[in-house]
């Protein structure tokens, strides 16, 4: 089993294929498991690792745990230890924090970011008004739905969405807050700084996301001037695996005109 012992922990890493390295950050629901839809697609192009977050998957926390605040600089020593000088990452909601961390903390180790339902840490007034209406008058969702992924999905797609809830159960179980902003990053936001790199930026979202609102990843892109911005339509919060060969492909398509050397 690869792993290397980095940063107090003994981290879950894959490594498939050649060429420009790609990492994969997943969300809160899954794993270095999630992205079996994209791997065999990006490994043809580039190196591709993934990898099991702190806490998630095969990998376990120091004791006593650290959690997400050392996220960042898991990512920084994994690449270290790979011998990874230079990355683009494409990361889904949780993973956000680690990339886009990562990115503000070594922006010159980052040739391409893409976020998946993710604001990144770009955020404003209007963004946290819609989150707020979001969270008063939620939209429904059956009981016992997995509101990560669409119900429209759910339904045409039952055994995909039933290996969607497998994946994420072989996590351990984690408190309700775990990623609860600390009190002193509210109202801090991450757009100067990406608008000072000028680092290639995508934002993705689902139409139909139910976890985090369409809208507050779309100011999350307009914050930035030179990142860009794209709705996969009829997908819920993890579009990348409802509707993974349309999410290849944009992201493929932002990889490539985005590589240092075009």
Known sequence: MPTAHINGV???Y??????????????????????????PYFSKYYK?????????GLTEDENPPKGRSEFAEDLKCLLD?????RTAIVAHSMGGRSGSMFTIRNPERVW??????????????????????????PPFTPKGALRAISQEFTEKFPERAFLYRQIMRL??????DFLKVPKRLWGISTHERFSDLNLPMLYTTGENDVLVHPET?????????HAEFYVFRNAGHSSY?????????????FLKKSFPDN
């Open 10 to 12: 003994n981290m879950y």
């Open 14 to 39: 894959e490594v498939h294929g050649n060429g420009p390295s790609v990492v994969f950050c997943h969300g809160s629901g899954g794993n270095h498991l999630s992205w079996w839809q994209q791997i």
């Open 48 to 56: 591709c690792v993934v990898y099991d977050h702190r806490t998630f």
């Open 81 to 85: 230890f790979l011998e990874i000088e």
């Open 112 to 137: 391409s970011l893409v976020l998946s339902g993710s604001n990144g840490g770009s955020d404003s007034s209007e963004a946290r008004e819609v989150r707020q209406k979001h969270k008063s008058d």
């Open 171 to 176: 996590n351990p179980k984690h408190n309700a």
């Open 217 to 225: 990843i779309r100011i999350a892109s307009e914050l930035i001037p």
């Open 241 to 253: 695996y409802e509707q993974p060969e349309h999410f290849n492909e944009v992201v493929h398509q």
